[in-house]
């Protein structure tokens, strides 16, 4: 019974440095990434918001859940975090080697804002589908017509941008 107690105790102690260590990461993203930390903060509440609402949609729907399909769907958020990074990355190291090259790439665009709007967009997408197959009476189908009429725009705009 007494090595329940203390493993028990061990678990706590686990879970307090798991929180600490959480909070420390958290405020050193934040601190060096200033403006970043919000886009990372947003970008993590929409993925998080279309697992939960995905989990909810298999469960309401009958649809199975199979560890591939988790496996799969982990890989593809983790490149949505491997993209926005990628854009801070732009931001930061591209702007400043270009610079310093004396190459001008002819834009001046926030890379993550971007990116990071992009992400958001298409997860608010897959949330408002996930809601309205759940329950067709509790979320109304045309929000995610207009998120997804709102992407396309945002892609016809970019093409033409590149046949410039």
């Not at 019974?1 to 959480?22: C, P």
Request: overall charge positive; proline content about 2%.
């Amino acid at each position: 019974m007494r090595y329940n107690y203390l493993r028990l105790i061990e678990v706590s102690k686990m879970h307090d440095f798991t929180k600490w260590a959480i909070s420390a990461v958290s405020g050193a993203v934040a601190a060096f990434y200033g403006q970043y930390g919000l886009f990372f903060a947003i970008v993590a509440l929409a993925v998080v918001l279309d697992v939960i609402t995905g989990f909810v949609k298999c469960k309401a729907t009958g649809e199975g859940l199979s560890s591939k399909k988790a496996n799969i769907g982990f890989w593809k958020k983790m490149s949505l975090f491997a993209a926005l990074f990628f854009g801070i990355f732009l931001d930061f190291a591209a702007a400043r080697v270009f610079s310093a090259a004396g190459v001008t790439i002819g834009i001046e665009t926030p890379f993550a804002l971007i990116v990071s709007s992009y992400i958001i967009l298409n997860e608010s997408i897959s949330i408002a589908e996930n809601l309205y197959l759940t329950n067709p009476d509790s979320f109304p189908k045309w929000i995610a017509k207009r998120l997804r009429v709102a992407r396309e725009e945002m892609e016809r705009e970019a093409e033409r941008e590149e046949q410039k």
